[in-house]
């Protein structure tokens, strides 16, 4: 009986130790669990990264917006120690990550693989600035946006005047230029300001439109190119260099390229799957911008390219690489 109950002493305390060697964190998404980005990436990413680490850590995704529900307010999550990791836009941080307002000019990004791989290589290099104090899982870019919105928009004209969602002031700078009027509000703002009209469209990709169902009350789409956003899923770096060495080599492992490759596939998946379900729905048109009329959307961005090249001496470095980086991911190098 002394035996036995040394034993389950001993299974006792190494159990504890075990218990109390895992690190948990939390990554929040303002998303709902079933959405494209949310569900089919991060939850599935947060149980390998978990199992990878040989027990040291624990990643629980809180999806839903339960840590926090306006997607403005992410980064200040991390930053507050309210979630550890969060899955939220540079763009919704006005003027710290400048930078990555080199995604959102138009005609340049296509996909989210070619975006995310771009982003990813260039922040390894150095070359975005404002993440001192961060330790980024993820940098990429999400599909390009799309018009979305309540009446038809085939043209310039149909477009002016009309109030534009948009996620970022660069995005802001692009809907102006097309003759609109930018309003910046929350991803889960979206559908219901539609409805209500107050707003007539929204700049985004269709994994936006999947996730807040904004195909329910815009029915008419416009496909060209018009910029996309940078993302990223960012944590303190004091955070993490607190892990556990096993926990972080884990994080390592299946972060950075790794993961931007994996998002830029399952994003690229899932947004073509959409725009080919909102098609054949019967309820919504989808126009594809070209010819004539294509040329005259490009001219009158023209001006927003030009204007943020030469607003730093950096911007044209960083409008030189992402081009480069851009060809060689499309390349499949």
Request: proline share 5%; charged share 20%; glycine share 8%.
């Amino acid at each position: 009986m002394r035996i036995l109950a040394a034993v389950g002493t001993v299974l006792l305390t190494l159990s504890a130790a075990a218990s109390a060697q895992t690190v948990a964190l939390k990554l929040a998404s303002f998303e709902p669990p079933q959405a494209p980005i949310t569900g089919s990436v991060f939850i599935p990413w947060a149980e390998e990264v978990s199992k990878a680490s040989g027990g040291t850590l624990k990643i629980e995704v809180f999806a839903g917006g339960v840590l926090g529900r306006s997607p403005l307010q992410q980064l200040k999550l991390v930053q507050d120690g309210v979630a550890d990791l969060t899955w939220t836009v540079p763009g919704y941080t006005p003027g710290r990550f400048d930078d990555c307002e080199v995604a959102e000019l138009p005609f340049l990004v296509n996909a989210a693989s070619e975006g995310s791989l771009a982003m990813t290589r260039m922040h390894a290099k150095g070359m975005l600035a404002g993440f001192d104090e961060l330790r980024l899982l993820l940098i990429g870019t999400v599909p390009a946006n799309n018009v979305h919105s309540r009446v038809p928009v085939k043209t310039l004209a149909d477009l002016k005047g009309k109030r534009l969602r948009i996620g970022s002031s660069q995005i802001a700078k692009l809907a102006e230029a097309l003759g609109a009027v930018p309003v910046q509000i929350g991803g889960n703002q979206v559908a219901e300001s539609l409805s209500r009209g107050v707003i007539d469209g929204s700049l985004n990709e269709w994994n936006f439109v999947a996730t807040f169902k904004i195909d329910e009350v815009a029915r008419h789409h416009l496909v060209a190119p018009m910029g996309t956003v940078a993302v990223m899923v960012p944590m303190l770096k004091s955070r993490y260099d607190s892990l556990p060495a096993q926990a972080r080599a884990a994080l390592d492992k299946h972060s950075g390229e790794v993961l931007a490759r994996r998002f830029g596939a399952v994003v690229d998946k899932a947004n073509e799957a959409t725009r080919e379900r909102v098609a054949k729905s019967g309820k919504n048109t989808v126009t594809v911008l070209q010819g004539a009329e294509l040329e005259a959307w490009k001219k009158a961005v023209e001006p927003v390219t030009a204007a943020w090249r030469g607003a730093k001496p950096r911007n044209e470095q960083l409008y030189q690489a992402m081009t480069a980086e851009l060809a060689s991911a499309r390349t499949g190098r």
